[in-house]
């Protein structure tokens, strides 16, 4: 039998210790802050400093966790013009679905937003919105006028919709503008002059209650305002060009984000390059600028995320190949293509319309049971 002496001394009990308020005082730690004092720091930081803070202590973790925003990924929506079968593919989990959406037959996507696909049918020529996820369907009024690009700024279930047609005459020097919204009777055409207007070079963008685009020839960007409807020259980056020895052959994609705009140039084997527009001109963005950045482009509508961890500092597009769609991605870190030999189909995805970047809802599987 044990003595009571060895008995208490294998028995020994560790308490856990807190600190006085006296003890705090006297030597402060940053792990003592006030939770909400953390919390407003933490707020403050972009996703790759706020994930590394959350490693210090659990009380830093507690505050990170609680304020972290991690933006959601787009999917690639994948279709066929003589087939009402879609492909969904989600590429952070690597998983497709397939949607039969005959309401799209015999129609043809002319642009694409906010989960809402903007549609042109082939026979009646009657453009109408469409949600793959809800089957929604808000027509439009009729319209003979012809395009070269459309693009709406908000869903159209807002009352705020605004939908923008333009047409341009590249011999006059002139550009036609159509502007109607969901519910409207008619639409609204005005001429205005575009004297360095050669051709579009990217497709229409909305921001801050204008409508952007980039010409090729002059290099220059356009704005139209569609309540005063102004039609506006506001940069000229023909240098810019220059800058880049004359890509002939060069893809432009204008892009927004937090009310900033941005400019992708892509060329064949070419490392993209990446402007974001300056209060007097167009600034070259670095590679710590874009540190947090992925740019995802297609033919139809191009966006921007900053809080995506798995996809950080990357250009995203779509490519084919076995019948199957599949992310083509360049890594502004490692300035190198995924995969290695994608670099030679940047030209090719833009000139091939089947495919685009679609925001899925946050209950996406619901419709997809």
């Given at each position: 039998?044990?003595?009571?002496?060895?008995?208490?001394?294998?028995?020994?009990?560790?308490?856990?210790?807190?600190?006085?308020?006296?003890?705090?005082?006297?030597?402060?730690?940053?792990?003592?802050?006030?939770?909400?004092?953390?919390?407003?720091?933490?707020?403050?930081?972009?996703?790759?400093?706020?994930?590394?803070?959350?490693?210090?202590?659990?009380?830093?973790?507690?505050?990170?966790?609680?304020?972290?925003?991690?933006?959601?990924?787009?999917?690639?929506?994948?279709?066929?013009?003589?087939?009402?079968?879609?492909?969904?593919?989600?590429?952070?989990?690597?998983?497709s679905?397939?949607?039969?959406?005959?309401?799209?037959?015999?129609?043809?996507?002319?642009?694409?937003?906010?989960?809402?696909?903007?549609?042109?049918?082939?026979?009646?020529?009657?453009?109408?919105?469409?949600?793959p996820?809800?089957?929604?369907?808000?027509s439009?009024?009729?319209?003979?006028?012809?395009?070269?690009?459309i693009?709406?700024?908000?869903?159209?279930?807002?009352?705020?919709?605004?939908v923008?047609?333009?047409?341009?005459?590249?011999?006059?020097?002139?550009?036609?503008i159509?502007?109607?919204?969901?519910?409207?009777?008619?639409?609204?055409?005005?001429?205005?002059?575009?004297?360095l207007?050669?051709?579009?070079?990217?497709?229409?963008?909305?921001?801050n209650?204008?409508?952007?685009?980039?010409?090729?020839?002059g290099?220059?960007?356009?704005?139209?305002?569609?309540?005063?409807?102004?039609?506006?020259?506001?940069?000229?980056?023909?240098?810019?060009?220059?800058?880049?020895?004359g890509?002939?052959?060069?893809?432009?994609?204008?892009?927004?984000k937090?009310?900033?705009?941005?400019?992708?140039?892509?060329?064949?084997?070419?490392?993209?390059v990446?402007?974001?527009?300056?209060?007097?001109?167009?600034?070259?963005?670095?590679?710590?600028?874009l540190?947090?950045?992925t740019?995802?482009?297609?033919?139809?509508?191009?966006?921007?995320?900053?809080?995506?961890?798995?996809m950080r500092k990357?250009?995203?597009?779509?490519?084919?190949?076995?019948?199957?769609?599949?992310?083509?991605?360049?890594?502004?870190?490692?300035?190198?293509?995924n995969?290695?030999?994608?670099?030679?189909?940047?030209?090719?995805?833009?000139?091939?319309?089947?495919?685009?970047?679609?925001?899925?809802?946050?209950?996406?599987?619901?419709?997809?049971?």
């Open positions: 039998m044990a003595s009571p002496s060895t008995s208490t001394s294998s028995t020994t009990i560790t308490r856990k210790r807190f600190k006085t308020q006296s003890e705090v005082a006297l030597k402060p730690s940053f792990s003592d802050l006030p939770s909400s004092l953390l919390e407003v720091i933490m707020s403050r930081l972009v996703l790759k400093d706020n994930i590394i803070a959350s490693a210090s202590c659990k009380s830093w973790c507690e505050a990170a966790l609680s304020v972290r925003v991690v933006e959601k990924h787009p999917w690639l929506l994948s279709f066929s013009k003589r087939s009402s079968l879609f492909e969904l593919h989600d590429p952070v989990q690597s998983k679905y397939t949607l039969n959406l005959p309401e799209l037959a015999e129609s043809t996507v002319r642009y694409s937003s906010h989960s809402w696909l903007l549609m042109h049918a082939s026979t009646s020529k009657d453009l109408f919105f469409f949600n996820f809800t089957r929604e369907l808000i439009l009024p009729k319209s003979t006028l012809p395009f070269q690009a693009a709406f700024s908000s869903p159209p279930t807002s009352d705020n919709c605004v923008v047609a333009l047409n341009f005459k590249l011999r006059q020097h002139y550009v036609t159509s502007t109607c919204h969901p519910g409207a009777t008619e639409w609204i055409t005005e001429a205005f002059p575009a004297a207007l050669y051709y579009m070079k990217s497709k229409l963008v909305y921001l209650d204008r409508f952007y685009c980039f010409t090729f020839g290099d220059s960007l356009y704005s139209f305002h569609p309540s005063s409807r102004t039609w506006v020259c506001l940069a000229d980056v023909y240098h810019y060009h220059q800058l880049q020895g890509w002939e052959r060069r893809e432009t994609f204008l892009a927004e937090q009310g900033e705009l941005f400019l992708v140039f892509t060329c064949g084997k070419e490392k993209p990446v402007f974001k527009q300056g209060s007097l001109q167009w600034e070259k963005m670095s590679s710590t600028e540190d947090g950045f740019i995802f482009f297609s033919s139809y509508y191009s966006q921007i995320r900053t809080n995506l961890p798995w990357n250009l995203c597009s779509l490519r084919f190949g076995n019948n199957r769609m599949r992310c083509l991605s360049y890594s502004f870190d490692k300035s190198r293509y995969p290695h030999k994608g670099s030679l189909s940047w030209l090719k995805l833009v000139s091939r319309p089947k495919c685009l970047w679609i925001d899925p809802p946050d209950n996406v599987l619901d419709y997809l049971g």
